[in-house]
Nanobody, 122 residues
Framework: VQLQASGGGLVQAGGFLRLSCVAS????????MGWFRQAPGWEREFVAS???????DYSGSVKGRFTISREHNKNTVYLQMNSLKPEDTAVYYC?????????????????WGQGTLVTVSS
């Protein structure tokens, strides 16, 4: 299984970015997918998850600003990030869940991408 994340970069506060993650080597449509992030000196934290049927779950800190979606025919999961804040600065990782339903637990994921850096300037 391989996950290739892209779309990170430098953006001003209030701006937006769209992250993409292409998965290969698995039956993409049968697994939930998730996005996590890790800021320097902090533990990796849950951002958003999407089930195999596109039910979604978000952390409280991003709810209403971020949107997770997926395209089964492209084996791709997206994270649209709007109204970005400096505290959103982190390396963002996509991950494949162990099953079809959403989960916010790191232990609920078994494959991880390499991460893409998002930097939000104030």
């Amino acid at each position: 299984v391989q996950l290739q994340a892209s779309g990170g970069g430098l953006v001003q506060a209030g701006g937006f970015l769209r992250l993409s993650c292409v998965a290969s080597g698995l039956s993409f449509s049968t697994y939930a997918m998730g996005w996590f992030r890790q800021a320097p000196g902090w533990e990796r934290e849950f951002v958003a998850s999407i089930s195999w049927k596109s039910a979604t779950d978000y952390s409280g800190s991003v709810k209403g600003r971020f949107t997770i979606s997926r395209e089964h025919n492209k084996n791709t999961v997206y994270l649209q990030m709007n109204s970005l804040k400096p505290e959103d600065t982190a390396v963002y990782y996509c991950a494949v869940a162990r099953g079809p339903l959403t989960t916010s637990q790191i232990s609920g994921y078994h494959y991880w991408g390499q991460g893409t850096l998002v930097t939000v300037s104030s």
